[in-house]
């Protein structure tokens, strides 16, 4: 899938989903999409598609980095 369809499919169960509960399922969407093998470059590419996946996808970017950098600290 490309970064246009994966948006789509997002924007697609978006309406369905519960309000209180949209920010957990971007969340746990990002989370999926990210087990599956989706690259961070593709990540910054979904971008501007939806406020809540933005929000998902920078906290899984923060995270990803955060992980990163830690492994790096250890080298020392």
């Known amino acids: 899938m490309n970064e246009e369809q994966i948006a ?15 920010e957990m399922a971007a969340e746990r969407y990002v989370d ?8 961070d470059l593709a990540f910054q590419e979904l971008m501007g598609n939806d406020t809540v996946l ?3 996808i ?3 970017l923060e995270v990803d980095d955060d992980v990163h ?7 020392y």
Do not use: C, P, R
Request: hydrophobic share 35%.
């Open 8 to 22: 789509d499919v997002w924007m697609l169960f978006k309406e369905y989903v519960d309000k209180k509960h949209i």
């Open 32 to 39: 999926m999409l990210a087990d599956y093998g989706l690259s």
């Open 54 to 56: 933005d929000t998902a």
């Open 58 to 60: 920078n906290y899984y």
């Open 69 to 75: 950098d830690d492994e790096e600290e250890e080298d």
